[in-house]
Structure formats: structure tokens, C-alpha cells
């Protein structure tokens, strides 16, 4: 299983919220096989909700592009969510299969719980693919 962590700069604008990635070309290596490469080509997009009753929903999306040679069976992106106090209050999570080589997977990670108070930064804590 191959994992890398990307960290995110959260950027408030007014009351939306726009997360930025740069320049995320990153190699992942997995001890001594050859090295792979997957790119993001969209950055992040950081969206909080409000659902009345419910509370604050999360959903981050973007692209990643798999530039390697190999098609991967599984992957999956983490971002972490943090509340104002930078404490951690949650995740948002996607996952697809199948994502082959030079394809580009265009990404929703959805939060699977409600907020209270609305998170107001996120960073990506894993992305696995095999």
C-alpha cells in the first residue's frame, strides 16, 4: 500500500472558503520498487454547508492524474478538517477503483458526519492507491 500526506493552505474569503494546492506533483515510492507518479491537475476545493436541523456538511473536490505506468485497483484520498481552535473534528473521505494509467479522477470527498460549528480548514492527511 503506497500513502503520501500533502499539506493544504486554507484561505477565508468572506464567507466561502477556497482551499489552494500547489504545485502537487509529488513521487510516491514504495522501499525499492519503481517509483510512481501521481499529479494533482485541479486544486482542492473546500466547501461547508449548513443544512438546517442537521448542521455543517464538508465536501473538498478536485483531480488527481495517475502519470505512471501502472493501473491501480484502489485509491482513496483523506483530508483532515479542523475547527477554528485547529482542533481536529473530523474527515472527508473518497474512494474509487480502477483508476488507469494517464487517467485523471475527479474527486468529491464528502464528511460522513454534521458539525455544529462549521470546520474552517482542512489539509490532505492520505491518499492510498494500490
Not at 500526506?5 to 513521487?27: A, E, K, P, R
Not at 475547527?83 to 474527515?91: A, F, I, L, Q, R
Not at 464528502?110 to 482542512?122: K, L
Request: with cysteine.
Amino acid at each position: 500500500m503506497k500513502k503520501f500526506s500533502i499539506f493544504f493552505v486554507v484561505l477565508l474569503l468572506g464567507i466561502g472558503m477556497s482551499g489552494i494546492l500547489s504545485g502537487c506533483g509529488v513521487d510516491f515510492h514504495d522501499d525499492g520498487e519503481k517509483p510512481e507518479r501521481i499529479q494533482s491537475v485541479e486544486a482542492p476545493e473546500f466547501k461547508c454547508e449548513y443544512t438546517n436541523g442537521l448542521g455543517y456538511y464538508v465536501k473538498i473536490s478536485g483531480a488527481l492524474k495517475n502519470t505512471g505506468d501502472s493501473t491501480y485497483s484502489y485509491v482513496s484520498i483523506t483530508f483532515s478538517l479542523y475547527d477554528e481552535n485547529g482542533y481536529n473534528v473530523g474527515t472527508a473521505i473518497d474512494n474509487m477503483n480502477y483508476l488507469g494509467a494517464g487517467e485523471i479522477w475527479k474527486y468529491e470527498a464528502n464528511s460522513f458526519t454534521w458539525f455544529e460549528t462549521p470546520p474552517v480548514s482542512y489539509k490532505c492527511s492520505d491518499i492510498i492507491y494500490f
